[in-house]
């Protein structure tokens, strides 16, 4: 967003509004939203609205409330060295469609408490241009050691935890990835996140087959039933060697899901894909069909705060995080380190609670009959 500083400046961008309002010192929650709405529709999409304010809290609440409504803020003059008043220029826009609900996997929020996130490691054989880890053959590999892990599952598993879900990076890549899962797996089940490419030989190939079957799920990335998305999305041969990964890894003896990652725009390609699966017989319980997240290398996609989702409690060796895909987030880092796990839960549950309470008491009913 380009912030001219001058009026010069401003009027340099040639950005001319259709229609101008005066929000005083009004904030989003006391009508200003209401006012500006009622502003918007009166001016046609792709027009802009001049906003002049004097309450700082719309600075930090306007953005969202744009990004919501389909609008574009193209840029905030501050008239007052800091102080105020500024005016904002908000483009008309229409909301996105939206891509069939059908599409992305839906489902209950898990119980806080009952699943726990750890990244294994942050390296990867990939460098895919939507990943919410930044992980990438340059990634710094960021191990999480075998007793930290062990130490984080007994604890998890001891306040009533049920489900271990161990990602990165590519979790293959982690040298002690076969100690690491028998500590964990033996305690709760476990389900392996896996691009399913780089353990098809070597001392991987064993990791692989020493894993206990009854214990561990592997989950596997595939965009697409033929290799144009996938390719595109993950690099040239990608999507035939995560077929060969699959097709290994259920001649083993495992469970495998699958999970694909989707734009909008891509969404169309989840139905050949769900074809392609029925064929080699997995599941409809194990696909996961997920949109990309606004985290991470993703310039775009869905946005990720406290506020937008539910709370999956992550660990990584670099501290604890509000969910997997946030990982590069300092807003929702947790804690500065993985344990204990009690604290992390703790912390979490308190930010659920505050959020309650302020929902509960947003609104009144405020009778007149």
């Known amino acids: 967003m380009t912030r001219p500083s001058t009026k010069e400046q401003y009027d340099a961008t040639g950005w001319a509004p259709a229609a101008e309002f005066d929000g005083g010192d009004m904030d989003c929650g006391s009508g200003l939203l209401l006012s500006i709405t009622s502003a918007m529709r009166r001016i046609g999409e792709g027009e802009i609205l001049l906003l002049h304010t004097r309450e700082p809290s719309v600075l930090a609440d306007l953005p969202a409330w744009a990004r919501l409504a389909g609008h574009e803020l193209l840029d905030v003059l501050d008239n007052g060295g800091g102080r105020g008043p500024w005016q904002l220029s908000i483009r008309r826009g229409s909301p996105l469609p939206p891509a069939p ?19 294994s490691n942050f390296h990867c054989n990939l460098a895919c241009g939507y990943c ?42 982690h040298p002690q990835l076969g100690a690491l899962l028998a500590e964990t797996a033996s305690q709760v089940p476990v389900t392996l996140l896996t691009n399913a490419m780089v353990f098809d030989r070597g001392a991987r190939r064993e990791t692989l087959g020493a894993l206990d079957r009854e214990s561990v799920t592997l989950q596997v990335s595939l965009d697409s039933a033929e290799p144009g998305l996938h390719d595109r999305q993950r690099g040239a041969g990608s999507h035939a060697k995560a077929m060969a990964g699959i097709r290994l ?38 696909r996961v069909i997920r949109p990309v997240a606004e985290e991470g290398f993703a310039g775009e996609g869905v946005h990720i705060s406290l506020d937008t989702v539910e709370p999956e409690p992550t660990l990584t060796v670099d501290g604890a995080w509000w969910h997997p895909v946030a990982v590069t987030n300092s807003h929702l880092k947790v804690a500065d380190t993985p344990l204990p796990v009690a604290q992390v839960l703790d912390v979490m549950r308190d930010v659920l609670a505050v959020q309650a309470a302020g929902s509960s008491q947003g609104r009144a009913v405020f009778r007149c009959t």
């Open 101 to 119: 609900r059908s599409t992305f996997t839906e489902g209950a929020a898990v119980p806080l408490g009952s699943r726990l996130w750890l990244y």
């Open 132 to 173: 919410c880890a930044e992980s990438s053959p340059k990634a710094a590999a960021r191990l999480m050691p075998v007793e930290v892990a062990a130490a984080a599952t007994r604890e998890f598993v001891a306040q009533g935890g049920r489900e271990l879900l161990v990602t990165g990076g590519e979790p293959f890549m």
């Open 249 to 286: 890894a259920r001649e083993l003896g495992f469970r495998v899901r699958v999970a694909a990652t989707l734009r909008p725009e891509d969404a169309a390609n989840a139905a050949a894909l769900h074809v392609a699966l029925d064929a080699i017989g997995i599941d409809r319980d194990d």
